[in-house]
């Protein structure tokens, strides 16, 4: 595997449901994110993790859990979703060394469907 | 705070049409700017960076410079081809921001017909 990969690719659930989606980067980066992408809406970042601390928390609900248990593994908890909340979630990952810039690599993202 | 504004879609434009999507952004420092691509069904990839006044990054055709006095960061390509059929969006990164934040505009969908 190369880049940056996200599983499921698709996930449908009830409200009622507990899900997770995972993420994991192959590019030995220390920085990953999560964004929300909803349809007619601008790209919202959810979270930032850098040297697996968390950075910023964009004032995602609670009903959203990220967790980073070392810098190549990113997950996003899930449970009682809202209709609202689907939408394609999208990981990325970068190089973070001192406020110098390097690009974000994003992987194929999970559509998810909450009924 | 920081906001990147890009023209609204969809733009709809022949084959070997010139196509230009402008950007224009706010930053209090100095921030380093990008173009990333949605194709159908995917993430977003980089196009093109810049990362200081002046700078032009290219890639696939594309072309865009950092204009600092204007502070824009318009996409051009001179050919399009129905390929480039995607969502384009601009974003800025603020060096001084922990994690190189990104901060995106709204996205601009371009249509290529044969």
């Known amino acids: 595997e190369t880049g940056v990969t996200q599983t499921p690719r698709h996930l449908v659930m009830g409200m009622t449901n507990k899900k997770s989606l995972k993420c994991e980067q192959h590019l030995g980066h220390n920085a990953m994110y999560w964004y929300k992408q909803s349809a007619k809406k601008p790209l919202e970042l959810m979270f930032v993790?850098?040297?697996?601390?968390?950075?910023e928390n964009n004032s995602v609900p609670s009903r959203f859990s990220p967790e980073c248990p070392n810098s190549s593994h990113l997950f996003l908890h899930l449970h009682t979703l809202q209709p609202e909340d689907s939408a394609l979630y999208l990981c990325?990952?970068?190089?973070?060394?001192?406020?110098?810039?390097?690009?974000?690599?994003f992987g194929p993202g999970t559509r998810l469907t909450v009924l | 705070g920081d906001s990147v504004t890009q023209m609204e879609g969809p733009v709809t434009l022949s084959e070997e049409a010139f196509l230009t999507i402008n950007c224009t952004y706010t930053a209090t420092g100095y921030p380093s700017l990008f173009w990333y691509v949605q194709y159908p069904g995917e993430g977003l990839q980089l196009l093109l960076k810049?990362?200081?006044?002046?700078d032009k990054g290219s890639n696939k055709g594309f072309e865009a410079t950092y204009r600092k006095e204007t502070t824009s960061f318009h996409l051009e390509k001179g050919s399009v081809q129905v390929s480039d059929s995607a969502v384009y969006f601009c974003?800025?990164?603020?060096?001084?921001?922990?994690?190189?934040?990104?901060?995106f505009g709204g996205g601009t969908r371009v249509l290529v017909k044969p």
């Open positions: 990325a990952s970068s190089q973070a060394s001192g406020g110098a810039y390097n690009e974000q690599f």
């Open positions: 810049a990362t200081k006044a002046d």
């Open positions: 993790y850098s040297l697996e601390e968390r950075v």
């Open positions: 974003a800025l990164s603020d060096p001084g921001a922990a994690g190189n934040k990104l901060t």
